[in-house]
């Protein structure tokens, strides 16, 4: 694990994103409430926000961190059509929380996944990436093409 105890605390913010895309009839199930093993897209926001507390029991070599706000936003998107997954986390301390808003992304798309692949099990997860970081040493970025 990186040695970050010679750096000072600063305020850090990450955003990740995902997407889990279906068919439309699964659309259609989740939007109605009628998934057999519950409310998909209250399952899936608490499942994330576990995972981003837990990524340093995950991911081999992740600082465990005290985070200050972990948000989970579920759109469902008829274009896609499917459901777009969006994590912002924030903490004051020595290191980023990138990995742990990419692993909340990534535990809201699986956990939406297994609760529909009963009726689908062509459903995909796509995009899964990074979209905005501020704070440390290195600034601020944000994704240029989405």
Partial sequence: MVDVSDKPPTSRLAVAEGRVIMKQSTLDIILKGDAKKGDV?????????MAAKRTHELIPLCHPLALSKVAVELEPDETLPGVRVQATVKTNGPTGVEMEALTAVSVGCLTIYDMIKAVERDAAIEGVRLVEKKGGKSGHYRRSRY
């Fill in 41 to 49: 897209l209250g399952t899936a926001r608490l499942a994330a926000i």
